[in-house]
């Protein structure tokens, strides 16, 4: 069977899953989640005008001309507190005492902060030492949101700044869709759970801790990890087991076409429907996707290596699509730091250690990382992928490729993809 190439794989793949239903959830529990429809405010923030500063609510045009040679004296009618209504209106020759967060007098279009004023004696008066303009230390109505302003849209992650957000408009809700429910499977008779002696000729199994990982840094609730055998009727038990209980179901290992690779077997006869099987993708190649039912599956390579790359490149996704969103990686050129062979008919994601930029604004090098499906160390505090695509097999160092970066990437809701 042919390989499909990457970008027509990715896509494919896609097709596994389709957004789940959202619904409010308390804002907390919403923490991490996605909008699943623009945000709109409700009310004008800040609601009122009020002090910036703990200070003195006046008429601006009675500070004119004070100094501390010739103070601005005005009668105090009022104190007024955060959260607390003013009990009079500013009239000529008076001030209010206010706190920071206060609403303003009506009459009053400046504060004095308290530094630059000082009560007499008697507590009578105030006198002002500074001249203001209007406007001076407060806080319009409005001035940072207006009712009606579109906030966030669709799509947009809910962290802990916009949670804020939404609170101090008083929503106790969001609007989001739900995270994914994962179990990872990892497959091979020579797999040694960590903690336990194992001989030199098996390997402490690693890729459930691995993959259920990356599942939860792409938003994922995994609620079931498992292992088996080998063994066919062992690995059906448990795929018909799991499949019916999550939205995602992963597995490691057995995705090739030796003997005792029967992943993709038992999937067939359990009436999978393939999407992918098979990408030119290096490392990573022996990776699918299919649906099982309602579930979506996705088969990675038993190699730690290859399955981070098969992960990134397909599980990812559809964990996002699942929660309505498509991600949209940074991508830059940069120019490797050396040289490459490769298929010319794969394409290849190795790891990028650092981006060495350049002062002068050149294009940065691109340090790579030496490359190996079993490795796993490769990709610790890596920034991203240098793709090397396929219709090439020879790199020089210095030639510029892509680089998709790791952080900071965008998110786009699917309804406007």
């Known amino acids: 069977m042919p390989l499909t190439p990457l970008p027509a794989a990715r896509m494919a793949a896609l097709e596994a899953i389709v957004p789940a239903a959202p619904s409010h959830l308390p804002l907390l529990e919403a923490h991490g989640r996605f909008l699943a429809a623009?945000?709109?405010?409700?009310?004008?923030?800040?609601?009122?005008?009020?002090?910036?500063?703990?200070?003195?609510?006046?008429?601006?045009?009675?500070?004119?001309?004070?100094?501390?040679?010739?103070?601005?004296?005005?009668?105090?009618?009022d104190t007024v507190y955060a959260g607390h209504l003013p009990r009079h209106a500013l009239r000529p020759g008076e001030a209010a005492r206010v706190f920071t967060g206060a609403p303003l007098p009506t009459g009053a279009d400046a504060v004095v902060r308290?530094?630059?004023?000082?009560?007499?004696?008697?507590?009578?008066?105030?006198?002002?030492?500074?001249?203001?303009?209007?406007?001076?230390?407060?806080?319009?109505?409005?001035?940072?949101?207006?009712?009606?302003?579109?906030l966030f849209p669709a799509g947009q992650r809910v962290d802990a700044t916009v949670l804020g957000v939404l609170?101090?408009?008083?929503?106790?809700?969001?609007?989001?869709?739900?995270?994914?429910?994962?179990?990872?499977?990892?497959?091979?008779?020579?797999?040694?759970?960590?903690?336990?002696?194992?001989?030199?000729?098996?390997?402490?199994?690693?890729?459930?801790?691995?993959?259920?990982?990356?599942?939860?840094?792409?938003?994922?609730?995994?609620?079931?990890?498992?292992?088996?055998?080998?063994?066919?009727?062992?690995?059906?038990?448990?795929?018909?087991?799991?499949?019916?209980?999550?939205?995602?179901?992963?597995?490691?290992?057995?995705?090739?076409?030796?003997?005792?690779?029967?992943?993709?077997?038992?999937?067939?006869?359990?009436?999978?429907?393939?999407?992918?099987?098979?990408?030119?993708?290096?490392?990573?190649?022996?990776?699918?996707?299919?649906?099982?039912?309602?579930t979506a599956v996705v088969v990675l390579p038993g190699n730690p290596g290859a399955a981070t790359v098969a992960f990134d490149q397909f599980a990812r996704p559809l964990l996002f699509k699942h929660q309505g969103?498509?991600?949209?990686?940074?991508?830059?050129?940069?120019?490797?730091?050396?040289?490459?062979?490769?298929?010319?008919?794969?394409?290849?994601?190795?790891?990028?250690?650092?981006?060495?930029?350049?002062?002068?604004?050149?294009?940065?090098?691109?340090r790579l990382r030496p490359q190996g499906a079993g490795q796993i160390l490769q990709n610790v505090a890596a920034q991203g992928w240098a793709v090397l695509p396929s219709g090439q097999a020879d790199f020089a160092q210095g030639e510029s490729v892509d680089v998709q970066l790791f952080a900071q990437p965008d998110f786009q809701a699917v309804e406007a993809a």
């Not at 066919?232 to 003997?259: C, F, K, M, N, Y």
Request: glycine share 8%; aromatic share 2%; charged share 25%.
């Open 325 to 366: 969103v498509l991600e949209q990686r940074r991508v830059t050129r940069a120019r490797l730091s050396e040289g490459r062979h490769k298929q010319a008919g794969l394409t290849y994601l190795v790891t990028v250690a650092a981006l060495d930029i350049r002062e002068d604004g050149a294009t940065p090098w691109a």
């Open 38 to 77: 623009r945000v709109d405010a409700a009310r004008a923030l800040p609601g009122c005008d009020n002090s910036a500063m703990d200070g003195w609510a006046v008429r601006a045009e009675e500070t004119r001309g004070a100094s501390r040679d010739r103070p601005a004296r005005l009668r105090i009618v």
């Open 167 to 294: 609170a101090s408009l008083g929503e106790a809700t969001a609007f989001v869709r739900p995270a994914p429910r994962v179990a990872v499977v990892a497959t091979g008779d020579e797999l040694v759970p960590p903690g336990q002696p194992a001989q030199p000729h098996q390997v402490f199994e690693s890729n459930r801790i691995l993959v259920a990982a990356l599942a939860r840094e792409a938003g994922a609730d995994v609620t079931h990890l498992s292992r088996s055998r080998d063994d066919e009727s062992e690995l059906h038990a448990q795929l018909e087991r799991l499949a019916p209980q999550v939205d995602v179901l992963i597995t490691t290992g057995g995705a090739s076409v030796g003997d005792r690779d029967c992943v993709k077997r038992v999937l067939t006869r359990m009436g999978a429907r393939f999407l992918v099987d098979g990408v030119a993708l290096k490392p990573g190649k022996p990776v699918a996707v299919a649906r099982l039912g309602n």
């Open 114 to 150: 308290q530094e630059a004023a000082r009560p007499t004696d008697d507590g009578t008066h105030v006198e002002l030492f500074i001249c203001v303009l209007p406007g001076h230390d407060l806080r319009r109505t409005g001035e940072e949101v207006r009712p009606g302003t579109p």
